[in-house]
């Protein structure tokens, strides 16, 4: 939290902005949200925002802009090649990634396709501290696996390892061992590991990764998405780094690098996407695929305003009263949780607050999604849109076998700045009304499942009537509120 000490309140995280710009949101009654989730196949993802209060989904393309990013977005110079909005954010990603060569991509998915399709060739192991929905979708597409190696007790979600996203250095060496070098065309570090609740890795940890890469010749990859988050938590909890500034800690992960790559719709708050790189000869095997697949060398397929708005989102996020927003308000949120008894995902990470929900419905078998159900239940009772990430977001093995996730997790998003406390607040009661009648709450079965991420757009059903009787339940309590 930053250093403001309050007098004799509570201390809460406070804001350090001011909303200039607002939009209007509506609580729809009880018996439209029921409609709006059968209608959606009981997956948040196909609601309508028209039905969502708090859009709780994810910080993707969601984080409030700043006053300077839409002012910058004013002044964009369109052309197809050689525009000097890219100039701008060339100059912006080599002063806080410390990289020189940018290759832009429509998103982050975009820089992993074209990372995966130059590096990966079929048969090829991707050791990683652990995979990302989309990453593990363009691996598999080329004929890779995946080896994640984070320790032991990371996936214990509730822990106190402050660096839950460390890579296992000894089942590193082991795995190249294994597969043998040649096998291995890079490994991938992912900043504030997104599926295990946003949790960071140490800069310690990243330097002993870089050895390893070294002594055997892999290519260290990063993924650097929440890059700003992941340096914000280094600072607060890694003793040697706590007195250095964004900057020096986010230039001393990116410098342990060779490729890093991007969602700038996380990143910068804005569109877009990227790979940097300081070797000319990596960014000369990647180049022919942008045009290719993204759009030319100079706007990737990113709207050239948004390109500007990415080029001030980058050093916006080396202040540090933006980028503890949403980590300070996802602690807050945590720790109030678990106050009450509600299983999260501790330490509180980055991009969410993080619910257990295996622990949250242990009612419910895995094999009938505990997570998606809870997500459901929730958005029921409370018009907040939360996503799952456990095993609906998980993909079929090569052999069309379920593979049930290593954690079932409802994640709900704080992206950068749009919240309120008191909404935060809103949610959390509504969590623990959900927490005291979870045993409401039953499993889904898909009635479309679709081949690849099919968490996007799948639809499921309730196995017994359980929506009815948490409707039923939430009248008997909250009379006509909504
Ligand atoms: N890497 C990480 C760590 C991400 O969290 C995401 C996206 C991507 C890559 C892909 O980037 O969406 O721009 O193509 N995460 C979003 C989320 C979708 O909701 O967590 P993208």
């Not at 994810?58 to 977005?73: E, H, P, V, Y």
């Not at 061992?177 to 609740?197: K, Y």
């Not at 990430?389 to 993909?395: F, I, K, L, M």
Request: charged share 25%.
């Amino acid at each position: 939290m930053n250093p403001l000490k309050f007098y004799k309140s509570e201390p809460i995280p406070l804001e350090f902005h001011k909303v200039r710009i607002v939009q209007k949101l509506n609580l729809v009654p009880l018996d439209r949200r029921l409609l709006a989730i059968k209608d959606a196949g009981f997956n948040t993802f196909k609601l309508s925002t028209r039905d969502v209060f708090l859009d709780m989904l994810t910080d993707s393309g969601t984080n409030a802009m700043s006053d300077n990013q839409l002012a910058a977005m004013m002044q964009a110079d369109d052309a197809y090649a050689g525009s000097q909005s890219f100039d701008k954010l060339q100059k912006a990603v080599q002063d806080v990634l410390g990289k020189k060569y940018l290759l832009p991509t429509h998103q982050g998915r975009g820089a992993e396709n074209v990372i995966c399709r130059t590096f990966i060739k079929p048969g090829n192991i991707i050791p990683m501290n652990y995979h990302f929905t989309t990453a593990l979708a363009h691996i598999m597409a080329v004929g890779g696996k995946i080896a994640e190696l984070l320790h032991d007790d990371a996936l214990k979600l509730q822990s106190d390892n402050p660096f839950k996203g460390n890579i296992d250095i000894e089942k590193l060496e082991k795995c190249i061992q294994e597969h043998g070098v040649e096998n291995i065309p890079f490994i991938r570090m992912e900043a504030s590991t997104n599926l295990i609740g946003g949790q960071p890795f140490s800069v310690r940890n990243m330097m002993d990764v870089r050895k390893v890469a070294d002594k055997y010749g892999i290519m260290l990859v990063l993924d650097a998405s929440l890059i700003g988050e992941n340096a914000y938590l280094v600072k607060q909890r890694e003793e040697e780094w706590k007195e250095n500034s964004m900057e020096e800690i986010i230039k001393m992960i990116t410098s342990l690098s060779d490729l890093v790559y991007f969602s700038a719709r996380k990143l910068s708050s804005s569109r877009g996407g990227g790979i940097c790189t300081n070797r000319k000869a990596l960014y000369q095997k990647m180049e022919a695929l942008i045009p290719l697949y993204e759009g030319f060398l100079t706007y990737g397929g990113i709207s050239i305003r948004e390109i500007e708005a990415m080029a001030v989102g980058l050093y916006e996020t080396l202040d540090e009263t933006m980028i503890s927003q949403s980590p300070d308000f996802i602690h807050f949120m945590v720790t109030g949780c678990m106050n009450k008894g509600i299983p999260m995902v501790t330490p509180p990470g980055v991009l969410g607050a993080h619910v257990d929900a295996m622990q949250f419905c242990s009612h419910i078998p895995q094999e009938q999604y505990p997570a998606g159900a809870l997500a459901a239940a929730f958005y029921l009772c409370s018009g907040v849109r939360g996503m799952e990430r456990g095993s609906v977001s998980s993909a079929r093995d090569e052999n069309g076998n379920e593979v049930l996730a290593d954690v079932e997790l409802l994640r709900l998003a704080l992206p950068r700045r749009v919240f309120t406390l008191s909404q935060v607040k809103y949610a959390m009661d509504r969590l623990e009304w959900i927490f005291d009648n979870r045993k409401l709450i039953g499993g889904l079965r898909f009635t479309y499942e679709p081949p690849v991420l099919r968490f996007f757009m799948g639809s499921l059903e309730p196995i017994v009537d359980w929506p009815a009787r948490l409707v039923d339940k939430f009248r008997k309590d909250f009379g006509d509120s909504l």
